[in-house]
Nanobody
Framework: QVRLVESGGGLVQPGGSLRLSCVTS????????MNWYRQAPGKEREMVAFIMRDGATNYADSVVGRFTISRDNAKNTVYLQMNSLKPEDTAVYYC?????????WGQGTQVTVSS
């Protein structure tokens, strides 16, 4: 059974930091492209960052220079370090594992940026 479990969300003040984790099981983690998405209330889900099998990364323009995605294949885990958080970063953040026609999602973790 495939499982993706996100953690690390919470309430943080503007300018603060959070580190999200997504622990996976049931997949050959090293084979998968790993993505972080987010969905704010009333908005469509959007891609935040992805990391390829070889470690190459890409980011949405809105988070460049503030967020960093990384992976630890030994721990079957992908991370999203979020710095200089803004109120507009408030959303549910989802982990996604993608390989060929396989597409798996976590349940999401809430991130709220507010003073």
């Amino acid at each position: 059974q495939v499982r993706l479990v996100e953690s690390g969300g919470g309430l943080v003040q503007p300018g603060g930091s959070l580190r999200l984790s997504c622990v996976t099981s049931g997949i050959v983690f090293s084979e998968y492209m790993m993505n972080w998405y987010r969905q704010a209330p009333g908005k469509e889900r959007e891609m935040v960052a992805f990391i390829m099998r070889d470690g190459a990364t890409n980011y949405a323009d809105s988070v460049v220079g503030r967020f960093t995605i990384s992976r630890d294949n030994a721990k079957n885990t992908v991370y999203l370090q979020m710095n200089s958080l803004k109120p507009e970063d408030t959303a549910v953040y989802y982990c996604n594992a993608e390989f060929a026609r396989a597409d798996h999602w976590g349940q999401g973790t809430q991130v709220t940026v507010s003073s």
